[in-house]
């Protein structure tokens, strides 16, 4: 749908050089209008997960992050720590 709002937009002002109706105007505001809101809506969203991930992890990274790092990589004990019942 995106695609036909434009289209008509590159048709009448870029190939035959003619002036929009007032609809179309119209249309492709709204269509720019979506898009925009779209887009705040997508950086809203990835500022707060970004802050969230950097308000969780800086109190515990401020103290020992190489202890840390160990505990969620455990490759000293192995990677593999299966104990099999004998």
Known sequence: MLYLYLSIYYQHIVLKREELSKIDLVIINLVFLFIL???K???TLGF???S???VIWIPVLRHDPLA???RLFPFER???E???PL
């Open 48 to 50: 707060v997960v970004i």
């Open 82 to 84: 299966v104990k099999f």
């Open 78 to 80: 192995g990677l593999y």
């Open 68 to 70: 840390v790092i160990k």
């Open 37 to 39: 809101l779209r887009l």
């Open 52 to 54: 969230t991930f950097l």
């Open 41 to 43: 809506t997508f950086l």
